[in-house]
């Protein structure tokens, strides 16, 4: 590919900055000045901009812990959104989330430019599990169990089979659900009688919340991690 393309997808630099870089000298392709972004390269070649070795990356792919207060989007008019709690030296991949949370929902949130990623973490088709932790504002009860196993009928549709699991405090449960319709959560506890007062995911499939990740910041995923949606 080009050099320009390279650099552009692979640094917060864009194609203009790129080639006044270049201008300068301050680009070198296997240790050789050049002076044209325009010049063919490989992922192979060893590509420096101001002598930092520069590895060819395209997609992204982040874990946030999502504080409340910020909405699932990369633009919003009014609200502030979770693109805005993004480091710089990942804003220029331009990620998106992958699937969302309310606004005032917090925890596990992935955030990617890969659109297959995207697919596979919220296609409801792969029926990854997300686990949610939720405080209610009555006590669960053994018979709500049933009625998340069975289908809930939601009015606009009928929910898959989802799990809750009460907790020594009746008012605290981990609810799953395989697929993430609009305020699903809340609904399907609404439905049987109770508010939900404080929500937060802690997991998508096998991919747990980092508990060292604190409120509002975000870790790359690891290779292992990636991987663990694509099979
Ligand atoms: N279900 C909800 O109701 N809200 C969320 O943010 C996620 C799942």
């Not at 999502?66 to 804003?91: F, H, N, R």
């Not at 405080?135 to 196993?149: S, V």
């Not at 009688?193 to 790359?220: A, F």
Request: aromatic share 8%; glycine share 6%; net charge neutral.
């Amino acid at each position: 590919m080009r050099l320009d393309k390279f650099l552009s997808e692979s640094t917060p630099f864009s194609r203009k900055e790129i080639k006044s870089l270049a201008g300068k000298g301050k680009i070198s392709v296997n240790g050789t000045i050049i002076r044209k972004s325009d010049v063919q390269v490989t992922e192979n070649d060893t590509i420096e901009v101001n002598g930092e070795k520069i590895s060819y990356r395209k997609f992204i792919y982040l874990m946030m812990n999502k504080p409340a207060g910020y909405l699932s989007a990369t633009w919003d008019a009014k609200d502030p959104v979770v693109v805005d709690l993004l480091p710089d030296e990942y804003k220029h991949y331009e990620p998106f989330p992958a699937g969302r949370l309310d606004k005032d929902t917090e925890g596990l949130l992935l955030l990617t430019n890969d659109g297959q990623f995207d697919h596979a973490v919220t296609s409801p088709r792969k029926n990854v599990f997300k686990r949610y932790f939720a405080r209610l504002d009555h006590p669960a009860e053994q018979e709500d169990i049933k009625a998340f196993q069975s289908g809930m009928d939601l009015g606009d549709f009928i929910a898959k089979p989802a799990r809750l699991e009460i907790t020594e405090n009746p008012c605290e449960v981990f609810v799953e659900v395989a697929e993430g319709k609009f305020h699903q959560v809340k609904r399907m506890c609404e439905k049987t009688g109770k508010n939900v007062i404080y929500l937060k995911r802690i997991s998508i499939g096998d991919l747990q919340l980092d508990p060292e990740l604190p409120s509002g910041k975000v870790r790359e995923l690891t290779a292992e991690e990636i991987a663990a949606f694509m099979k």
